[in-house]
């Protein structure tokens, strides 16, 4: 049972004018919308990427069987391309893609000072590099069919470089956030005219604005220092968190859903990375709650997923995922998976994840270094691998 939980209507904090020139969408779109999904080789089944030191190993999704190891850099990050192929892995000069299918690391990569978030949405991929604030589009079914070249690309380039991330609507609105290489304050929605884009609407509204997700609508929110920030029909409008400091700096969502579950974090001198409460935002409803977790159930930024249902599945450091219902705001299941974790030093450090694809998760135990595949609508552990190295990050080729 949940401990207490604190509900905050939307604010009526909306930051005005409607999109001008083009027609905003209300319809939902996902994963399955950004391309045709590659075909792999016969019996391939769909493939997992998980780093480790120096090191990548691409798994068989439904055995978890090493299909093939590649070197790499000390520490990579791993996203999903959006293509159902390709992994994009962050190297010190950009994104370079893995193609599981193959497998193969290619040569192929998208040049980035300070390579961060990778956004796939209605049938694009979006980049964006920290190091210059250039957002890069890239359209998912090129991406897909990509051999010896890149896609062209359609580029924009923020006023300053920041810590930032972008989305393209099927519409073509660009939403991506504002900031400087010191701070972060907001988001601002912008049209294309001809090579350049023009400003529809924006926000100031968002201190440390980090982390993206969309939900069911189109319904774009963002994390603030002290609530969070949603854009959906051509207007922002600002969430209060009930504390003075109420980050959420991660959404996890589902496009088939209007309710968004984040990450909650009140005391901004708390050491460590381990979290106790969430955010579940209904940007349909327009309804914002932060939620307490029972002691036992704590997690990091790479500790929630979504899956079957729209339901939530947090991998908590007692070893079980545990299955909250964002409707209610209550948890209605527990599947133990592995042993029990202390929260990690450094963000960069090795410690249990999950993503889910389907009704499958992927979860990483790095202290056997093993990972294991669950059935999410059971908890049964369908496979296990162990690994020459120990498994930091984890995608799959969705």
């Not at 984040?262 to 106790?276: F, S, V």
């Not at 349909?284 to 159930?297: F, I, M, Q, S, T």
């Not at 994840?353 to 790095?366: F, K, L, R, S, W």
Request: proline share 4%; hydrophobic share 40%.
């Amino acid at each position: 049972m949940m401990t207490r939980s604190t509900r905050f209507s939307g604010l009526a904090a909306l930051v005005g004018l409607t999109l001008l020139a083009t027609a905003c969408s209300s319809g939902s779109s996902g994963a399955a919308s950004a391309g045709s999904a590659a075909e792999l080789p016969a019996g391939a089944g769909g493939r997992v990427a998980v780093s480790y030191e120096g090191g990548i190993a691409v798994l068989d999704a439904s055995t978890l069987e090493v299909v093939q190891q590649f070197e790499s850099e000390e520490f990579t990050r791993l996203n999903a391309a959006g293509d159902g192929k390709h992994v994009f892995i962050t190297t010190a000069d950009g994104f370079q893609l893995l193609d599981t299918a193959t497998p193969e690391l290619t040569s192929l990569e998208y040049k980035a000072t300070t390579p961060g978030h990778v956004v796939r949405h209605a049938g694009r991929t979006v980049l964006f590099d920290d190091g210059t604030g250039t957002t890069t589009i890239i359209e998912t079914a090129e991406l897909a069919a990509a051999k010896d070249t890149l896609p062209q690309a359609k580029t924009y380039t923020a006023d300053a470089p920041h810590h930032g991330v972008s989305i393209q609507l099927e519409d073509g609105t660009l939403v991506t956030t504002v900031g400087d290489e010191t701070s972060r304050s907001g988001a601002r929605a912008l049209t294309a005219d001809g090579d350049a884009w023009k400003e529809s609407v924006a926000s100031k509204d968002c201190p440390g604005i980090h982390g993206e997700g969309t939900a069911a609508g189109e319904a774009v929110i963002f994390g603030c220092e002290n609530g969070a920030l949603l854009y959906h029909d051509g207007e922002f409008e600002k969430f209060k968190a009930p504390d003075t400091y109420g980050r959420m700096g991660n959404a996890f969502v589902s496009e088939t859903s209007p309710i968004v579950v984040g990450d909650y974090k009140n005391d901004p001198d708390a050491e460590g990375y381990l979290l106790n409460a969430v955010t579940l935002i209904d940007t349909a409803g327009h309804d914002y709650e932060v939620v307490d977790l029972p002691d036992n159930v704590q997690y990091t930024f790479r500790d929630v997923a979504r899956g079957p249902g729209d339901l939530a599945y947090i991998l908590s450091t007692d070893g079980s995922i545990h299955v909250l219902d964002p409707k209610s705001g209550d948890l209605v299941k527990e599947f133990p998976v592995v042993d029990a974790w202390e929260g990690p030093a450094q963000w960069q450090d090795a410690h249990p994840a999950i993503i889910a694809n389907g009704d499958t998760a992927y979860v990483t135990e790095p202290a056997k270094k093993t990972v294991h595949a669950v059935d999410l609508t059971t908890g049964e552990v369908t496979a296990s691998v162990t690994l020459d190295g120990v498994p930091n990050e984890i995608a799959a080729a969705l």
